[in-house]
């Protein structure tokens, strides 16, 4: 299995629910700017609503250092406002829901369950080239923190805009970062 580490996301075109409306996303749309994508099984179920819901907390956050969202999931746009509009929880979104009903988007990335037609808890940074620069991938009953991944995407985004710097563990924004070298070799 190769690393999608670096990979260009390929080429899609989904149907979101977002702003009360139904609104096309294509691969384009992620390009330009830092992009986080959030693969979830399924709408209607459980650790799904407390991952989207802290998510939803967090948007501003990733909207302020230039992150659009986009969660995705094996349901219809329907589904997704079917659900936003039955759900206190998510409600609060207000970033785009992809469906995914063909199950493209999802293959794409590698978190299909081809047996069940759900998709894993995927979760993918992509940079504003459209290459993924963090890619995590838990079983369906664990559940993701809003708050880790906003530090994984702001290390990603540092490094970025900071040649031959690192970001080790635990680095948030403020905190000294690495430049590998052979000086630093057996001193950490």
């Known amino acids: 299995m190769s690393s999608i580490i670096n990979s260009t996301i390929k080429p899609f075109k989904a149907t979101a629910f977002h702003h009360g ?23 209607f179920t459980f650790v799904c609503p407390t991952e989207l819901g802290d998510l939803a ?7 302020e250092i230039g992150v659009e ?8 746009h329907f589904t997704h406002k079917a659900w936003h509009d039955a759900s206190e929880t998510i409600k609060k979104i207000n970033y785009p829901m992809i469906g995914d009903p063909t199950g493209t988007i999802t293959r794409n990335f590698g978190v299909m369950i081809e047996e069940e037609g759900l998709a894993l808890r995927g979760t993918f940074v992509i940079n504003p080239q459209g290459e993924i620069k963090v890619a995590e991938i838990h079983d369906l009953g664990i559940g993701r923190s809003a708050a880790e991944l906003f530090r994984k995407v702001q290390a990603a985004q540092y490094v970025a805009n900071h ?23 057996g001193k950490i």
């Open 163 to 185: 040649d031959g710097e690192v970001c080790p563990a635990k680095w948030t924004p403020g905190e000294a970062t690495l430049a590998p070298s052979l000086d630093l070799v």
């Open 21 to 43: 409306k139904f609104v096309p996303v294509t691969e384009q749309d992620l390009l330009g700017k830092w992009s986080v994508v959030v693969f979830y099984p399924a709408d």
């Open 69 to 76: 969202v986009y969660s995705v999931s094996t349901d219809t």
């Open 57 to 63: 907390d967090f948007y501003p956050k990733f909207q």
